[in-house]
């Protein structure tokens, strides 16, 4: 049970109703996962409901290695409701984060669990586009996104609100360096 000291909008109601934004149709979002910190030797590309990750001392994927490599997400986020949103991102070590074009993150350091945030006038079922970069340089690795707007209580990003990049034409081709797959060289 909320109660309220004014009435909410009809906006801010179905937010609410709809699990505090967790209701959409989207599907995450693309992550590109590179053996390198500089984004330049791609090993995986797929679609990643959220960024919600924490790798300890471990790798993303068995095809790197547990330290020095880097992540790009990309897509679109889109909000169940008009107002003010603070994107908050949790990384251990570098991240820089852009909502609409809109650097909200840049905390491109080597550094232990940290927790950094911007805000942004966002409009309801208005998808925007949003980019996090993610580096890890040695030991525990954590990648996390989180979101606060009118009617929604901090929490990771929904996968619902979380879309690939949209636009574009034709298809995805990926290039591997051998002929069982395994070995991704360029998507």
């Known amino acids: 049970v909320r109660l309220y000291s004014r009435a909410l909008s009809a906006s801010e109601i179905q937010a609410l109703v709809g699990g505090g934004g967790s209701s959409g149709n989207g599907t995450g979002l693309r992550g590109e996962y590179f053996d390198n910190i500089d984004f330049t030797s791609l090993k995986v590309a797929r679609t990643d409901a959220t960024v919600n ?80 970069e993610y580096y890890e340089q040695g030991g525990d690795t954590l990648a996390q996104l989180f979101w606060t707007g009118p009617g929604i209580a901090r929490q990771i990003v929904p996968q619902g609100r979380l879309y690939p990049a949209s636009g574009g034409s034709g298809l995805t081709a990926q290039y591997f360096d051998n002929v069982d797959f395994t070995s991704l060289v360029v998507t």
């Open 53 to 132: 990750f924490d790798w300890g001392m471990g790798a993303p994927d068995p095809s790197m290695g547990a330290d020095t490599f880097s992540v790009r997400w990309t897509g679109e986020v889109e909000a169940p409701s008009s107002g003010v949103y603070t994107f908050t991102t949790a990384s251990d070590d570098g991240v820089r984060l852009w909502v609409n074009g809109q650097l909200l993150v840049n905390n491109w350091t080597n550094h232990a669990d940290t927790e950094k945030s911007g805000s942004i006038s966002l409009t309801a079922g208005q998808r925007v586009a949003v980019r996090m």
